[in-house]
């Protein structure tokens, strides 16, 4: 008997996590894929805080997929509520896991004492979670109970993985998030074939994303434009993945001299601890980016680049004469650094502000995006003079067309296809996509159903 259960993501983008059970005989292996932060909607911190709704004694382990929050963000929580069992990812997952707990605990902290609450976790909890943590390489194969676990390349973000499940001869997938290849570091998805059951992310299941080919003629572009005006140009970026892959294009444009020399800084702390780890990892990178390295290019450093760690060398970015390129987090402009920058020069039109990436519904950097002509920015009303420009090629994820490839692969064994994390809009279009074009049995669950695969 092999059962499939949704806690999370059915039906929106985020709080991933998945329990799968199967019996043979009398043993039972229950595992649990990923567990997630929700994100976005006004009930996510109710759904964080919630008690989990399945029995965590005789768990025996936690599969993750992937560093981001989305995924990982409530096992500390898990670890806390009672969860004994083991934890597994990639080394890179489980390395860059840490700094994202750590990070996010700081921050929690903070937060509760100015509400005079309690964190939902502390330190113990996150050492707790990673003395249970074990790392996998991808392609072996992991033995746990009645399953067989092989992690695979995912190409989202460093040590992103596919998770496959083999039992009594069945192949069970969980996608996490699929990247967006080729991607300027990371080598390209795996693709999958012969799964006979399949979790698949749907967050740009009804979308396609445009110019992946000229992203870098763009970037290029819009760095000499704003240089040459004399402007400042801030790029609000994640700390996993984009900043990394910005950086390493930009230090293609530097060592070419395609762009003018200027002062560009990483504003972030996170984003330069997530940098230190990515250079762990260059074993993961695709061909081309190896190359490079190899070649003895540091491809996270360049003439003009400087890393601001402390507060006070951020303050210090202000004195810098523009021209010159902050690259700061958050990547949707809901906190951090760049906000800072933002209220500081988004009202002169010699400057310009670049959307490498998705922005919810609410955020600042949507708001931007979608052409407020002034923001209110900590007390302070700024009108927005400096040109607002997007970039979506530089996306993590995959896009529909990507999605529609991904399931391709195993057309013709598929019997179901779960479609997952994306808002119900996406989900459905995807659902009606694969179901019209391959015939496959495809839905879109919601949190709480359960599903036999194997009876
Ligand atoms: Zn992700």
Redesign the pocket.
């Known amino acids: 008997m092999l059962k499939l259960n949704f806690y999370g993501g059915g039906q929106e983008v985020t709080g991933a996590n998945y329990l799968l059970e199967h019996t043979k005989g009398d043993e039972t292996t229950k595992v649990l894929i990923d567990c997630g932060m929700f994100q976005g909607s006004k009930s996510r911190e109710e759904k964080n805080n919630a008690s989990f709704e399945y029995d965590l004694e005789g768990i025996n382990a936690l599969l993750v997929t992937?560093a981001?929050m989305?995924?990982i963000g409530r096992i500390p929580i898990l670890v806390k509520s009672g969860f004994k069992g083991k934890i597994y990812s990639t080394p890179a997952t489980r390395e860059l896991a840490k700094l994202m707990f750590e990070d996010a605990l700081s921050i929690l902290q903070h937060e509760a004492l100015y509400d005079n609450t309690k964190p939902p976790y502390e330190e113990k909890d996150i050492s707790n979670a990673l003395s249970k943590w074990e790392s996998v390489e991808y392609y072996d194969k992991l033995p746990i109970g009645g399953l067989e676990v092989i992690f695979k390349d995912a190409g989202?973000?460093l040590g992103?993985s596919i998770i496959e499940i083999y039992a009594d001869g069945k192949k069970t997938v969980f996608s996490?998030?699929l990247g967006n290849s080729p991607a300027p570091l990371l080598r390209k998805t795996d693709p999958v074939e012969d799964a006979d059951f399949l979790v698949i992310e749907s967050t740009y299941g009804d979308r396609e994303h445009e110019g992946r080919e000229d992203r870098k003629l763009k970037l290029e572009r819009t760095i000499e434009d704003t240089v040459g005006t004399g402007g400042v140009l801030l790029i609000p970026a994640f700390s996993l993945e984009r900043t990394q892959e910005l950086l390493f294009e930009i230090n293609e444009l530097v060592e070419h001299k395609r762009i003018p020399r200027v002062p560009i800084f990483l504003d972030s702390p996170l984003a330069i601890k997530a940098t230190a780890i990515y250079r762990h990892y260059e074993r993961y990178y695709n061909k081309e980016a190896k190359y490079i390295i190899n070649s003895g290019d540091d491809v996270f450093r360049f003439p003009g680049l400087k890393f601001t760690e402390s507060g006070e060398e951020s303050k210090a970015i202000n004195k810098i004469p523009a021209p010159k390129i902050i690259i700061a987090g958050s990547g949707m402009s809901n906190g951090g650094r760049i906000i800072h920058h933002e209220k500081l020069y988004l009202g002169d039109e010699r400057n310009a502000l670049l959307i490498a990436g998705y922005q919810a519904v609410n955020s600042l950097g949507r708001r931007l995006q979608d052409g407020a002509k002034s923001i209110n920015i900590f007390g302070v009303e700024v009108t927005i003079k400096a040109k607002i420009l997007s970039l979506s090629g530089y996306s993590?994820h995959a896009d529909i067309n990507g999605l529609m490839a991904f399931v391709e692969k195993s057309a013709n064994t598929l019997q179901k296809v779960f479609v997952t994390q994306g808002e119900p809009k996406a989900s459905l279009s995807f659902v009606q996509k694969i179901r019209d074009n391959f015939n496959i049995d495809a839905t879109s669950p919601q949190n709480g159903d359960s599903v036999v695969l194997i009876s």
């Open positions: 992937h981001h989305d995924h989202h973000i992103s996490g998030d993590a």
